[in-house]
Structure formats: structure tokens, C-alpha cells
T-cell receptor, first 115, second 108 residues
């Protein structure tokens, strides 16, 4: 069964460093997402991406964050100048289409720890 | 904010049916009801979704009331591996808004 894969599973970085989280969405999907979940809190939407551009973003997704689809398979989230409060699980998701009758499939997440 | 209300937690005995309720009184006519679950800190897992008709798949059944203001997710024979947080989400147009969900504990 096709699945969304994320690497690395765990990333430890020093405060102020840049990190890139990687995702390989399901191959025939067109809509891609990043969500995050701070320990003990709700899953929060960060950004959606379609047709090589951001289609929607939340208040959390400020200038510190960027997304890119550098080739036909990868979808990346870059966090510049990481802060302690960026420590969280980051989940990538993909959907075949963006309509309401379509389910999203999530990866297993990357645990980011900023020290 | 999430547009659904779910109990904080529920218990279920292994092998019994787990019935998880969800209220979504402000749902609009073209919004779907989605159910996802999250086992420990894994990625949310899609379970089922529906518009107004009841739906069934290999994982669960979804019962939506006629007025669409509430729904019930049914796991017909719960196992220990079904212990998870279950999220009821309405809309689902592109982005998903997660609430706090229901923590379902399945015990032997």
C-alpha cells in the first residue's frame, strides 16, 4: 500500500541552526501539507502546497518557515534559525486532490528537538 | 477552532464494539465528516468519512444522523491496538482542523 514517508525520524539541532525535514508524498497525489504537534497538544496545520506554490498557510507559518518541492518526488520543510519552541513532531500529508471528498494520508512524522 | 465536540475519553472492553460519538451541529450542507486516529505519537491515520449516508469499510462504520448534526464511529470488535486518540473532523476541504479528540482505551 502506498504511503507517505518522512526522513529523518528524529532530528536534534542546536538553537539557531537551520533544519530541513523531508517528505516523499504518495506518487499520484497533488496536494501536500505540513502539520506539527507540540508534545501533549493538538495537531496544527502549517501549510498546504499545490502546483508548486503555497495555497494556504496558518499564522504559525511565518518567515522562519519555507517549503519546496525540489524535484518530482520530495517535499521539504525548511526551518531557519530554530528556536526551542520549534521542538515538535512534524507531519507531512498528501491528498490525491483538494476537494472535500478526499482523504489525507499522513507520514509517521519527524521528531524535531531543538536544544 | 474545531467545529466538533467529542468526549475526552472512553473505555471499551476488548472484543466489544466501541461507539465514539461526535457532535457537529454547525456542519454545512457540503461539509463531510471525517474520522482519523492517532496511536501514541504516530501520524494521524485516516479511518472513514461520509456526507450523509452511513458508510462502512474494513476498519469501521460511520453512522450520521439524518439532520447531520451528529455522528458515531463504530469499531465493531475493538482490539488492544485500537487504543488511540480518535478525531472527528468536519469540512476537510484541503486542510484539516484537529480538535482534542477522544482518547479510547481498550482493555483486556
Amino acid at each position: 500500500e502506498p504511503e507517505v514517508t518522512q526522513t529523518p525520524s528524529h532530528q536534534v539541532t542546536q538553537m539557531g541552526q537551520e533544519v530541513i525535514l523531508r517528505c516523499v508524498p504518495i506518487s499520484n497525489h497533488l496536494y501536500f501539507y505540513w502539520y506539527r504537534q507540540i508534545l501533549g497538544q493538538k495537531v496544527e496545520f502549517l501549510v498546504s502546497f499545490y502546483n508548486n506554490e503555497i495555497s494556504e498557510k496558518s499564522e504559525i507559518f511565518d518567515d522562519q518557515f519555507s517549503v519546496e518541492r525540489p524535484d518530482g518526488s520530495n517535499f521539504t520543510l525548511k526551518i531557519r534559525s530554530t528556536k526551542l519552541e520549534d521542538s515538535a513532531m512534524y507531519f507531512c500529508a498528501s491528498m490525491r486532490q483538494g476537494r472535500s471528498n478526499t482523504e489525507a494520508f499522513f507520514g509517521q512524522g519527524t521528531r524535531l528537538t531543538v536544544v | 477552532d474545531a467545529k466538533t465536540t467529542q468526549p475526552t475519553s472512553m473505555d471499551c472492553a476488548e472484543g466489544r464494539a466501541a461507539n465514539l460519538p461526535c457532535n457537529h451541529s454547525t456542519i454545512s450542507g457540503n461539509e463531510y465528516v471525517y474520522w482519523y486516529r492517532q496511536i501514541h505519537s504516530q501520524g494521524p491515520q485516516y479511518i472513514i468519512h461520509g456526507l450523509k449516508n452511513n458508510e462502512t469499510n474494513e476498519m469501521a462504520s460511520l453512522i450520521i444522523t439524518e439532520d447531520r448534526k451528529s455522528s458515531t464511529l463504530i469499531l465493531p470488535h475493538a482490539t488492544l491496538r485500537d487504543t488511540a486518540v480518535y478525531y472527528c473532523i468536519v469540512g476537510g476541504y484541503s486542510t484539516l482542523t484537529f480538535g482534542k479528540g477522544t482518547m479510547l482505551l481498550v482493555s483486556p
